[in-house]
């Protein structure tokens, strides 16, 4: 390891401004080669990723303080911007504890410069200026954007989410003085939820040949002059770099064996590699571990047979994405598939209701039931109109494609059935009495089974459904001693109440000593098939999502601030998840019959011959409707076909909407 090398930020001259002040300079700054090269880099964007203990919060500070190292010393803002009236910068840091440390530090380095801290400012003599601010809150930052800077420091830059609120921060980062350069400095251990960018934009950024590019070598991003568009001469070359390091670059780090010890005992041995080694892949994506070579496999629609259960989830948005997700269920291995994804920003929900049936309909026509069910988000229901829900509007989408009678929401029907038989309710019944006179009718409003696609609330509980997704992605097999003893009493209560649950309890017991694993897995497009088979974006979502961290937060859950292109996708996938719990179990006729006979008994108990056996047939019907015995093949209403075709107010809708060219068979 090299020796530290001796290089001053500022030269032992003495200025007016600080003689005055009583100030000078009492002492060079010992560098190390790492932080040496960190103040002498030229580039717009500068990115120190590595591990812990590689000298990098030292180098941000010296970075805040120096001048042009390229340049002579005769002028003093060569030696350090600070002497310039229209230096500002800022630094921003992971929360306020951080804060005060680097308060305490740079203080120490800024007094020789007649620098002053005062209601979150460090002054200098000139005017200049150095801001200090964190990262722990959107509001305790956010309010940094839009101030024009010198010099920007984002320390723990993981911690901001999404790249579009870096780009904001660029936005701001510029000087119009030619003797001060606009650069910016990141510094980030791995793990956050700003991991996928970084590793993205600098730890494993591409050249034009798809190779990554090392460290220390200069990324170009070369864009036209929008002004001269045409003339390459006028070209803008934007410069960034990645720099690399460890504790083995910081020669301090033999001086504390014991820390570089604590590191290397860390029993996790995704943070031991990031934190140690500066692995960034060690660490990205710390609630979901994805397996590429496990987790996914390439499109391939014939692996999939067409009488195997269908599903899909929908979390609706506008500004915020919309994310649509569909699932086959391979009952020999108990595996989900999900094989097709549709995400869209500012997209109107009747579209987003046609794309919807387009894609769903080579299914539909395949599936023996000729159904699927769609879970929406609770803000499904939230009112675009006086008169129209956001489901309204999807389902509308989807009558365009299918007819109006191949699209329901029994949860809508439902409550707009029992808001008119409260309007039309008789005074003489009691409440118990009216709610007995609907419940059979609500009851088969939501147990009906029909043709085409059917919206269901989806369930929104996010812990138990992120643990859900995680339990699914489970590559480790568990023992049989990790399960408690079988309960008969528990699986007899389950099975009397919700004979689907009982099955999937029993199920647990079931399984052979080897489970195969994992139990989801995802569609990798293939250019082959076209752009409706496959994945992709929520592939790319799963390695970002973190542990929400702060006060108020739980660990368990995955932090709510929302993160384009990640948070919408998540939720989407969660609700399909957690409709893989409802694959229809078929519960033995004897059994279905037994429990509705007494169900009818119990409500009854005068009944007759007669009305016994009328009962019985009532249940032979629903449940053979339960079956879709009976079911008529489907197709596409006369009636929507003939309006698509023909009728000029929906070829302007079309227009206007702008649907997605449906897949090949659609």
């Known amino acids: 390891m090299d020796q530290p090398t001796s290089i001053p930020i500022l030269n032992p001259v003495t200025l007016h401004h600080l003689q005055s002040s009583g100030h000078s300079i009492q002492s060079a700054i010992d560098w190390n080669p790492f932080q040496k090269l960190v103040l002498t880099r030229p580039e717009f964007e500068i990115a120190c990723l590595g591990g812990k203990f590689g000298g990098k919060s030292f180098a941000a500070r010296g970075f805040l303080l120096k001048g042009n190292p390229d340049r002579p010393d005769d002028n003093p803002v060569n030696q350090s911007y600070v002497y310039h009236p229209n230096y500002r910068a800022t630094i921003l840091r992971r929360n306020q504890q951080d804060?005060?440390?680097?308060?305490?530090?740079?203080?120490q380095m800024?007094?020789?410069?007649?620098?002053?801290?005062?209601?979150?400012l460090f002054e200098f003599?000139?005017?200049?200026v150095v801001a200090c601010g964190h990262l722990a809150d959107r509001d305790a930052w956010q309010k940094y954007i839009g101030v024009e800077n010198v010099r920007f420091v984002l320390e723990e830059a993981a911690l901001i989410p999404e790249f579009n609120l870096f780009d904001q921060i660029r936005s701001c980062c510029r000087s119009i003085w030619p003797e001060m350069k606009a650069q910016i400095l990141l510094t980030s251990n791995s793990g956050g939820p700003g991991t996928s960018w970084l590793i993205e934009r600098f730890y494993e950024a591409k050249d034009s040949d798809n190779k990554i590019i090392p460290p220390g070598q200069t990324i170009h991003e070369i864009v036209p002059h929008p002004d001269f568009p045409d003339d390459r001469s006028k070209d803008i070359d934007k410069t960034r770099i990645f720099?690399?390091?460890?504790?083995?670059?910081?020669p301090h780090a033999s001086k504390d064996p014991s820390y570089v010890g604590?590191?290397?005992?860390?029993?996790?041995?995704?943070?031991?590699?990031a934190y140690l080694d500066g692995?960034?892949?060690?660490?990205?994506?710390?609630?979901?571990?994805?397996?590429?070579?496990?987790?996914?496999?390439?499109?391939?629609?014939?692996?999939?047979?067409?009488w195997w259960h269908r599903w899909g989830a929908i979390d609706v948005g506008f500004t915020h994405e919309t994310a649509v997700f569909w699932g086959c269920h391979n009952p020999q291995t108990s595996q989900s598939h999900i094989y097709r994804e549709l995400v869209a920003s500012e997209t109107a929900f009747v579209q987003i209701g046609y794309e919807i049936a387009s894609r769903s309909l080579a299914e539909l026509e395949a599936l023996p039931s000729?159904?699927?069910?769609?879970?929406?988000?609770?803000?499904?229901?939230?009112?675009?109109?006086?008169?129209?829900?956001?489901?309204?509007?999807?389902?509308?989408?989807?009558?365009?494609?299918?007819?109006?009678?191949?699209?329901?929401?029994?949860e809508e029907e439902i409550r707009k059935f029992q808001d008119h038989a409260r309007a039309q309710s008789s005074t003489y019944l009691s409440p118990q009495e009216e709610e007995f006179k609907w419940r059979k009718l609500v009851d088969k409003i939501r147990l009906q089974r029909r043709i085409g696609i059917t919206l269901k609330m989806a369930t929104n509980d996010r812990v138990p459904g992120w643990q859900f997704c995680r339990e699914a992605m489970r590559l480790q097999p568990i023992s049989e001693s990790s399960l408690p003893p079988f309960d008969r009493e528990i699986y007899d209560q389950l099975y009397l109440t919700d004979p689907a649950r009982a099955a999937q309890y029993l199920s647990l017991y079931q399984r052979s000593s080897e489970e195969i694993l994992p139990q989801v897995l995802f569609w990798v497009p293939s250019p082959?098939?076209?752009?409706?088979?496959?994945?992709?974006?929520?592939?790319?979502?799963?390695?970002?999502?973190?542990?929400?961290?702060?006060?108020?937060?739980?660990?368990?859950?995955?932090?709510?601030?929302?993160?384009?292109?990640?948070?919408?996708?998540?939720?989407?996938?969660?609700?399909?998840?957690?409709?893989?719990?409802?694959?229809p179990q078929l519960e033995p006729f004897e059994s279905f019959r037994e429990r509705r006979l007494n169900e009818f008994t119990l409500h009854n108990p005068a009944a007759d011959v007669n009305d016994l056996i009328f009962a019985n047939r009532s249940i032979e019907s629903d449940w053979a409707e339960s079956r879709g015995a009976g079911a008529k093949s489907f197709s596409i209403a006369r009636g929507a076909r003939a309006r698509r075709n023909n009728s000029p107010i929906l070829i302007h809708d079309r227009r206007k909407l702008s649907p997605l060219d449906p897949p090949p068979g659609h």
């Open 370 to 410: 000729h159904s699927m069910t769609f879970y929406v988000s609770p803000d499904a229901i939230r009112k675009v109109t006086e008169q129209k829900v956001i489901s309204d509007l999807i389902m509308e989408g989807i009558a365009r494609k299918l007819g109006p009678k191949a699209v329901h929401f029994p």
């Open 279 to 306: 692995d960034w892949r060690a660490f990205q994506g710390t609630y979901f571990h994805l397996d590429p070579a496990r987790h996914t496999i390439p499109a391939q629609p014939s692996l999939l047979r067409p």
């Open 528 to 583: 082959d098939l076209g752009p409706y088979w496959g994945c992709p974006r929520l592939i790319s979502a799963i390695p970002q999502a973190h542990h929400a961290e702060g006060p108020g937060q739980n660990p368990e859950d995955i932090p709510k601030t929302h993160v384009q292109g990640v948070s919408d996708v998540l939720d989407g996938w969660r609700y399909l998840m957690m409709g893989s719990q409802d694959i």
């Open 262 to 273: 604590t590191l290397a005992t860390m029993r996790d041995p995704k943070i031991r590699s």
């Open 110 to 120: 800024a007094i020789p410069y007649g620098g002053r801290y005062t209601r979150g």
């Open 125 to 128: 003599p000139s005017g200049a």
């Open 243 to 250: 720099l690399f390091s460890t504790y083995r670059d910081n």
């Open 99 to 107: 804060l005060d440390d680097f308060l305490r530090r740079f203080h």
